[in-house]
T-cell receptor
Framework: KQEVTQIPAALSVPEGENLVLNCSFT??????LQWFRQDPGKGLTSLLL?????REQTSGRLNASLDKSSGRSTLYIAASQPGDSATYLC?????????????FGSGTRLSIRP | NAGVTQTPKFQVLKTGQSMTLQCAQD?????MSWYRQDPGMGLRLIHY???????DQGEVPNGYNVSRSTTEDFPLRLLSAAPSQTSVYFC?????????????FGNGTRLTVT
């Protein structure tokens, strides 16, 4: 059974720092890996989707990498801003018959101090 | 585009009452799903649908029913509410399952069962 873990559960850094959020998964047979952002009281917003054949994806100050062999993905945020404060979640749809059962990590709550 | 629309935003029920959480999307997405989000437990899949007329169970289906009579709508029914169903419920959709299309989320329904 696929399990997705995000460590740490919470992170606080000063504004301007570059930071890395981690996501690990137990089964490397995945279609893709998605990173989401969730603001308090809101739904999830898709940030990046990395296909299983890709190594990384970039959008603005965000860069996500994927290493299926080690079961790891990282989300790199450059030059962090207070507006980046939110909870970041990763999710993977398993391959095969369970592809529709997308599994989420518990998230990392990020706080950027001005 | 409205995207994924969930109603109501808030609901308070008494134990034993029934209700339906509504979810509609206007993106012609085949895949739709329901998650519940609880503190410390992340997002857990309740039910999902890969197209009109097709539904299946997720990780935590007990106490919930779904149907998919149209592509646009995917309501979640609580037949006899219990305090353990107090949670935030999210509906999500994507172009199809097992593909590289990102998930789109609604803003959630916060349900309290007393």
């Amino acid at each position: 059974k696929q399990e997705v873990t995000q460590i740490p559960a919470a992170l606080s850094v000063p504004e301007g720092e570059n930071l890395v959020l981690n996501c690990s998964f137990t089964d490397s047979a995945i279609y893709n890996l998605q990173w989401f952002r969730q603001d308090p009281g809101k739904g999830l917003t898709s940030l990046l989707l990395i296909q299983s054949s890709q190594r990384e994806q970039t959008s603005g100050r965000l860069n996500a990498s994927l290493d299926k062999s080690s079961g790891r993905s990282t989300l790199y945020i450059a030059a962090s801003q207070p507006g980046d404060s939110a909870t970041y979640l990763c999710a993977v749809p398993p391959r095969g018959s369970s592809a529709s059962k997308i599994i989420f990590g518990s998230g990392t709550r990020l706080s950027i101090r001005p | 585009n409205a995207g994924v629309t969930q109603t109501p935003k808030f609901q308070v029920l008494k134990t034993g009452q029934s209700m339906t959480l509504q979810c509609a999307q206007d993106m012609n997405h085949e895949y739709m799903s329901w998650y519940r989000q609880d503190p410390g437990m992340g997002l857990r899949l309740i039910h999902y649908s890969v197209g009109a007329g097709i539904t299946d169970q997720g990780e935590v289906p007990n106490g919930y029913n779904v149907s998919r009579s149209t592509t646009e709508d995917f309501p979640l029914r609580l037949l006899s509410a219990a305090p353990s169903q107090t949670s935030v419920y999210f509906c999500a959709s994507s172009y199809s399952s097992g593909s590289n299309s990102p998930l789109h989320f609604g803003n959630g329904t916060r349900l309290t069962v007393t």
